[in-house]
């Protein structure tokens, strides 16, 4: 009996183990050339580059500042045209009377016209004083909105007529722009 396990010549050889694959390898880019310049030109043009940043910034600034500089101005305009002291060629203001009455005050009317190109309410200021100057009060009424050329009645009263001397005056004090006319 032959032993077949130790017969190499009727075993064939063991494959050979498949070929591998080579890892492919990407060429390396080409190298990039960064050139940098120095010298006398590139300060001249970083020196063009901040003065024109700040010449854009100053304007910049001006034109802000000029605008809303602007604005205020008109804020502040049509704030005084509806409050505050009236212009004194907005309105004609007479004062048609000035006495006591029956309830122990003092009472002055007139009549008030808006000579403005825009519609206007007013306060009416009227100081009361004794034929020496001194004062007895000041009081005020508001008229309601008048349209350019319009004139209404008004009427105040002062509740300080004890202090008062036979003969006391009633003056205008000052006239005011208002938004509380109706």
Excluded: H
Excluded at 55 to 75: D, F, P, R
Aim: with cysteine.
């Amino acid at each position: 009996m032959t032993d077949s396990t130790n017969d190499s010549s009727t075993n064939p050889p063991p494959p050979p183990p498949p070929p591998q694959a080579s890892p492919s390898v990407d060429p390396a880019p080409p190298a990039q050339i960064v050139v940098v310049k120095e010298g006398a030109g590139c300060w001249k043009i970083g020196g063009i580059v901040v003065a024109v940043v700040v010449v854009l910034g100053l304007l910049v600034g001006v034109g802000c500042t000029v605008l809303i500089g602007g604005a205020a101005n008109e804020a502040a305009n049509s704030l005084q045209e509806s409050i505050g002291l009236a212009n004194t060629t907005d309105y004609e203001i007479e004062i048609t009377g000035c006495a006591a009455d029956t309830f122990s005050s003092a009472r002055a009317s007139g009549t008030i016209t808006n000579t403005s190109d825009k519609e206007r309410a007013f306060e009416v200021q009227v100081k009361f004083t004794n034929p020496d100057g001194s004062l007895i009060s000041t009081d005020s009424t508001f008229t309601d909105k008048l349209d350019p050329g319009q004139s209404t009645n008004w009427e105040v009263l002062s509740l300080s007529l004890n202090d008062a001397a036979p003969g006391f005056k009633c003056d205008v004090d000052e006239v005011s722009n208002t938004i509380f006319g109706s």
